[in-house]
């Protein structure tokens, strides 16, 4: 299959607006919704989900991006003048998700509402972002795999590759779907949060794997290293979430005055 796509949607004086950047933002706002719409649910204001990517956003974005320069720093120590220039690529998905999980436990810390309730809340929504967010790495054609004989590769560059932004994707919204189903059954705290980590180690472990654009820490892929640390921090967040049985909701503020209430009235 051949794909030749422009990759600027359109330009609004003279700037150029990327599609890559478009399918981003519409990830961004589609998992806020259910990100809000579970907020709402556990007794939250509906404004309270964007005070959160307020700090959380801006942190992703610095993230992604220092974490790419960092892994390519034999390119950017001889051009600095690109370092900030995020238009022309290179944003790393792993650095964004450990600044912006930093950010968002700085917030926890300052709103008094436990991390890992947040992180229950959050991590479906960023698995939902992150496979809409995929489908900019196919209009930029990049981010594929080495060459394949299968039926469903795509071309680029005269060669049939394998589309390993594709099945990111579908694993990325395959996680998605069975976190916020699972989520309705009101499993321990805690254990949303390990799955999303387990899962998305696991298929981002693997679609690395055939990826021909990987950063590299020696002679390691530094995704896949990144993966397997993900992968065991899930297991051990989802062991102890077992063992000590969280209760599954946090308590807020208005919760705990309207149980006080309760309490006085009688």
Known sequence: MTFNIDPV???????????YALIIVFGVILGTQFAKKEFVRRDFEEDFIYDILFVVLPSGIIGARLWYVIFMWDYYSQNPGQILNIRGGGLAIHGGIIFGT???????????????????????????????????NFVNQEAHGGPTDLPWGIIIDGVKVHPTFLYESLGDIIIFLILINWRKNNPDKGKISASYLIGYGILRFFV???????????????????????????????????????????????????????????
Do not use: C
């Open 208 to 266: 690395e794997g055939l990826r021909t654009d990987s950063l590299y820490w020696g002679p390691l892929r530094t995704a896949q290293i990144i993966s397997l640390v993900f992968i065991l921090l899930g297991g051990v967040l989802f062991f102890i979430s077992n063992k000590k049985n969280l209760p599954p909701y946090f308590k807020t503020k208005k919760q705990v005055e309207k149980k006080q209430n309760i309490i006085n009235f009688k």
């Open 102 to 136: 930093l950010a968002l436990y700085l917030y926890s810390k300052h709103k008094e509402v436990p991390f890992l309730d947040m992180t229950d809340v959050m991590t479906p929504s960023l698995a939902l972002a992150q496979g809409i967010g995929r489908w900019g």
């Open 9 to 19: 949607a359109f330009s609004i004086f003279g700037i150029k607006i990327y599609w």
